[in-house]
């Protein structure tokens, strides 16, 4: 938590600035979102069936997104092996759909036993830093899936379908559009509690600088590793999407591709980091350009690495990131402020 | 402090106990919401959707070069719409660029789905296109025909067996056992020890080509010949030493396998410099394309083999436009939409897609899929790619949704200019095809 400025004018009232994190807009906000989120919950009852499968995708995103931004925005964790936890999703929801779990209940099922596999490989990781942190995440990654394609019952190296799906068209369309709301849902509002809770306290001042985190007090490493766990925990969920959604796993060099991690930091860095909102914006951004250039061929990369420079270029806080900035405005608020005596809101610290 | 961070977390762990029981709860009454859930669009109207779904741009782009103009002579030709049963309905032919990722492939395929309410779906190019598209309309009840994926990665890689088949998808391609049928007709063109030298990579082709009961081994052409097998190695390796090391150690004086183009060309560097000379080299994959062998360095591509399974010398023609193989491939070349780009087998492979789907919505409702997907169950037709059949079974219809289709052996050959060029040296398959000559010693 750093205090940039705390500017009080000389002559006027002297009393202490409130430091708060937006009183009553702390409510409206997520009041708001959820409000979104019930809304988007009755689309399948409102809309074709085709609209509510592209935001499947848009929810994954969402979901994807704001698991690398935990991790780097908030832990300082700038991980490129997520897909790991991803690949491990999907095919752990094969184990539990074999077993007689419905894909739905086997998410969450499966997000757990996820975040059990992170907490040991975490240790491994964290032995990294910097660079090195990055570099031995994606090594994870890629011996998770060579230890993957190593079982033939999983597809071997060929990818597989699941085994038992709902049958009728319409109510599976709908239970994937749910349980990828739900995750995203999970995801963004989780995301949300944590900062807001000590945790999130103690997140903040490791970002800043580990060192000074650690010297007041703050369990750096117990931290991390939390997160780290979280972070696997969401990613699995979203493989798990990923893997209702396209009823299995075309190839494991797909789902456990690094192209995941290059999308989540493009996602994250357009949106801003380090914000909760942040990713949402980045992920619609994404989503947008890919519905609406990706048919253009090679031009379509051209266009999101265009965005992708003239962001970090002209806009290095992100796109939501600016806005706040400039405007105080935040959904999510998990940063204090300082209000000065009339009662006016500043963002005068960013948390 | 201790007992006052203790209270809330247990109040926390409660708290969130309970939200996962209540999700799982959810999941069963969640079927009871049912009712009202909206519905697609219905699609009784006169036009008939096509959906193209290929990968366009990305790391298969080579196999559909020619889309382009494929689809402006077929949106010609279907121009003046399709008939069935007295009506006309007029044709719209969606095509999408997968990028060669399968996970947008899924997505395309729904969306084309859903949205666009197709009534058949055409898929090409590798598993990695073909598979997502084929699970989508499967599961959704779309007739969906693809090709180029040999067909038992297509049947037996989706879960397909003995007593499980596709009501909705249908392929058409050759097989491992045409593979290795024109692959070893290749090979006894030459005086050899009969010893094999396999890359198999750890990859769905690499284990396609090992599997011990459908796999090449078990095809009838390649006994007599002793398989050495050095192990799976991971796309992308830099280094075959050991590989080549074994080949050497083992007298092999054949070559074969299914690598990815990059590790062909590594592997055959390393083989040229560590004086590894087998006498013939039959490649899949790797050599398919002019381009391909003209990258590999110092000519090396020169005498190289491959199985062929379309090229200009076919002697069949298309449906739509009538054209012969060779005026297709010349029409292409002609054409601006080529980019001055030469035809490879792609070509007629994915215009052939066009014309099952011409022939299935001529002969049954274009609006009733099960109709459609029935009437694909029963086609025959002679098309640019030659004779396929979804019926009778034998080797043309192996298994209910495969058609397979006949190749040849081919070698690539270096013209003084150093480009290259493919002559036909064996022709046990498609023997109304004129051989080009003998085939050479590397």
Request: glycine share 12%.
């Amino acid at each position: 938590m750093t205090i940039r400025s705390a500017v009080v004018t000389p002559g006027e009232d002297l009393r202490r600035p409130e430091i708060s994190r937006g009183g009553r807009a702390a409510a409206a906000g997520p009041a708001g979102a959820i409000l979104v989120l019930l809304l988007m919950a009755c689309l399948p009852y409102l809309v074709e069936p085709g609209l509510t499968s592209e935001l499947v995708t848009l929810c994954y995103l969402v979901t994807l997104a704001s698991m690398w931004n935990l991790l780097a925005g908030y832990a300082g964790m700038v991980s490129i092996g997520q897909q790991a936890y991803i690949g491990l999703g999907a095919y752990a929801l094969f184990l539990a759909n074999d077993h007689g779990l419905d894909v739905y209940t086997g998410t969450i099922v499966v997000s757990a036993v996820v975040a059990l596999v992170a907490w040991p490989l975490s240790y491994l990781a964290f032995r990294l830093r910097g660079g090195y942190f990055a570099v031995g995440t994606w090594v994870i990654a890629e011996v998770v899936r060579l230890v993957v394609v190593r079982f033939d019952s999983l597809g071997g190296a060929g990818g597989r379908g699941l085994a038992a799906v709902t049958e009728d068209p319409l109510l599976r369309r709908a239970f994937t559009y749910w349980l990828a709301l739900g995750v995203m849902a999970a995801a963004v509002l989780g995301t949300y509690l944590v900062l807001r809770s000590r945790l999130g306290l103690d997140l903040q001042a490791i970002r800043d600088d580990e060192t000074a985190a650690n010297s007041v007090g703050v369990d750096v490493t117990r931290g991390k590793r939390v997160i780290y766990v979280l972070a696997a925990a969401g990613c699995a969920a979203a493989g798990a999407v990923i893997c209702v959604d396209g009823l299995g796993v075309a190839s494991p060099g797909q789902i456990f591709g690094v192209q995941y991690s290059a999308l989540m930091i493009f996602m994250v860095v357009i949106g801003g980091i380090g914000t909760v909102e942040g990713p949402v914006i980045g992920a619609l951004v994404y989503f947008l350009l890919d519905k609406y250039f990706a048919q253009s061929g090679v031009w379509y990369l051209v266009i999101v690495g265009a965005a992708a420079i003239a962001v970090s270029l002209y806009l290095p806080r992100g796109l939501w990131g600016t806005l706040d900035r400039r405007s105080g405005l935040a959904i999510f608020p998990v940063a204090r402020r300082v209000h000065g005596h009339q009662g006016t809101a500043r963002p005068e610290t960013r948390t | 402090m201790q007992h006052n961070e203790s209270q809330p977390a247990r109040r926390t762990v409660l708290r969130a106990l309970g939200f996962g029981a209540a999700a799982v709860g959810a999941a069963p009454l969640l079927s009871a919401c049912a009712g009202g859930l909206k519905k697609s669009g219905q699609s009784s109207d006169s036009t008939i959707r096509i959906g193209y779904v290929s990968p366009r741009t990305g790391a298969f782009a080579a196999f559909t070069e020619g889309d382009a103009y494929i689809l402006e002579q077929v949106r010609a030709r279907f121009g003046k719409g399709l008939t069935y049963g007295g009506k006309t309905y007029s044709v719209e032919i969606l095509d999408r660029d997968t990028g060669s990722d399968p996970q947008r492939a899924a997505g395309i395929a729904g969306e084309l789905i859903t949205r666009h309410n197709v009534d058949l779906m055409l898929a090409t190019t590798t598993p990695d296109t073909v598979h997502p598209v084929a699970e989508k309309c499967e599961s959704e009840g779309v007739p969906c025909v693809s090709t180029i994926e040999p067909w038992q990665a297509f049947f037996f890689g989706r879960g397909g067996s003995a007593t499980k088949t596709f009501k909705y998808t249908f392929h058409f391609n050759s097989g491992i056992e045409g593979l290795a049928r024109i692959e070893t007709d290749m090979w006894r063109l030459f005086d050899t020890n009969k010893k094999v030298g396999v890359l198999w990579p750890n990859d769905s082709d690499g284990a396609a080509f090992r599997d011990k009961t459908a796999g090449y081994r078990a095809q009838t052409g390649v006994g007599g010949f002793t398989i050495v097998d050095p192990g799976a190695y991971e796309n992308g390796t830099k280094d075959f030493s050991s590989v080549i090391a074994r080949f050497k150690e083992e007298g092999v004086e054949i070559l074969a396998g299914v690598p990815a183009p990059p590790d062909f060309s590594t592997f055959w560097t390393q083989a040229s410099q560590q004086n590894f000379q087998p006498k013939v080299a039959t490649i899949s994959k790797a050599v398919l394309f002019e381009t391909s062998v003209a990258a590999l360095p110092n000519g090396l591509g020169d005498g190289l083999c491959v199985a062929t399974f379309w090229l200009p010398a076919f002697p069949f023609s298309s449906t739509i436009t009538g054209q012969t193989a060779q005026q297709l491939a010349d029409g292409y070349e002609r054409s601006p939409l080529s980019r001055g780009r030469k035809w490879n087998q792609g070509l007629g492979f994915n215009h052939a897609l066009f014309e099952v789907a011409q022939s299935v919505l001529t002969r049954a409702d274009p609006k009733d899929r099960e109709a459609v997907a029935e009437c694909l169950s029963r086609t025959t037709l002679d098309t640019v790619v030659g004779h396929l059949t979804w019926q009778g079974g034998g080797a043309a219809n192996p298994v209910k949704n495969v058609a397979t289709t006949a190749g040849v052996g081919t070698q690539w050959v270096r013209r003084a200019d150093g480009s290259f060029e493919l002559k036909v040296v064996s022709n046990s398959l498609v023997p109304t095809l004129k051989l080009d000559g003998k085939a050479k010693q590397l």
